[in-house]
C-alpha cells in the first residue's frame, strides 16, 4: 500500500515540512487619512487662524494628520495667537469651578459651543483669574501660581506668592480677594500682575523669575485704572519695593 507520511507525537506533520505563509502586505490608509500631508497642514493652519481648539480636535483624529501637523507645547501659552480666544469659563462668583469634580465648562462666545474640561489637581488650587481663555491658579498651601491653558494642559509655574504678600500687602484677608491677569508684549515674554481689592499695591512676575516684585499705585490710577489696561510685559509704574 501507499506509504504514510511521516507525523510527530501530536499527530500533525513536522514542524519543519510546513509552509511560512507570506506576510500580508499593510492596508494604506483611505479616505481623510490618506490627505496628503501638503493639504493637511493647509487645513490645519486655516482652523488654527480661526480657533486653537478646532486645530487641537483635528490633530486627534488620526496619525497620519497628527504627524504632518506641530504639537503646540509651551508656545500654546507664550504666543497670543494660540491661546483660546474667544473662551470663557463659566465660574461662580468666588472663583471656584460650578462643580465639584475639577472640571471647568467653557462657552465660546461666538459658536456657542460649550466643552468641559478637567484641570489636573484643580481641587488644591483656587482660580484667581482668566486672561485670553488662560487660567490661573492658585495652591491653596503653597501659594504658587500657575498659568494653564486649558485645552493642551501646557503649563507655566511661578514662584510662590506669600513672600511678598506678607511683606507687601500684610493683609491675609486681601488673598481671598485676589485677581490675577496675564499681560504680554510682542517683544516681550509674557507676565503676570496679582491685584488685591482695595489695596493699591500690585504684585509682578515672569517665567523664570525667582520672587515676585511689588509696586506702589497712585490711589487715582488704582481706582480709574482697568487692569487689563494697565497691563504689559514690563513692570508697572510705580514706587517699587
Not at 21 to 28: C, D, K, T, V
Not at 32 to 40: E, F, G, M, R, V
Not at 189 to 208: D, E, I, N, R, Y
Request: proline share 9%.
Amino acid at each position: 500500500g501507499a506509504r504514510r507520511k511521516r507525523k510527530g507525537a501530536s499527530g500533525r506533520p513536522p514542524a519543519g515540512r510546513n509552509r511560512r505563509r507570506a506576510p500580508e502586505p499593510a492596508l494604506e490608509p483611505s479616505g481623510w487619512a490618506s490627505l496628503p500631508t501638503d493639504s493637511a497642514g493647509l487645513v490645519s493652519g486655516r482652523l488654527l487662524a480661526d480657533d486653537v481648539v478646532d486645530y487641537l480636535t483635528f490633530r486627534a483624529v488620526c496619525s497620519g494628520w497628527r504627524t504632518s501637523t506641530s504639537d503646540l507645547g509651551i508656545l500654546a501659552l507664550s504666543k497670543p495667537q494660540l491661546r483660546p480666544r474667544g473662551w470663557i469659563a463659566l465660574c461662580d462668583g468666588d472663583a471656584a469651578p460650578l462643580d465639584g469634580a475639577g472640571e471647568i465648562t467653557f462657552f465660546h462666545t461666538r459658536t456657542a459651543r460649550r466643552l468641559r474640561v478637567r484641570l489636573p489637581d484643580l481641587r488644591c488650587h483656587r482660580v484667581v483669574g482668566f486672561t485670553d481663555g488662560l487660567v490661573i491658579l492658585l495652591h491653596k498651601r503653597a501659594t504658587v501660581v500657575r498659568v494653564v491653558h486649558p485645552f493642551t494642559l501646557a503649563t507655566v509655574e511661578l514662584p510662590p506668592l506669600a513672600p511678598a504678600f506678607r511683606s507687601a500687602i500684610k493683609d491675609r484677608g486681601a488673598l481671598f480677594h485676589m485677581s490675577a491677569f496675564v499681560c504680554c508684549s510682542p517683544t516681550a515674554p509674557f507676565s503676570v500682575v496679582a491685584s488685591f481689592v482695595w489695596k493699591p499695591m500690585v504684585l509682578w512676575t515672569q517665567p523664570g523669575r525667582l520672587r515676585w516684585r511689588s509696586f506702589t499705585m497712585a490711589w487715582w490710577s488704582f481706582r480709574t485704572s482697568c487692569p487689563s489696561k494697565a497691563c504689559s510685559s514690563r513692570p508697572p509704574r510705580g514706587r517699587r519695593r
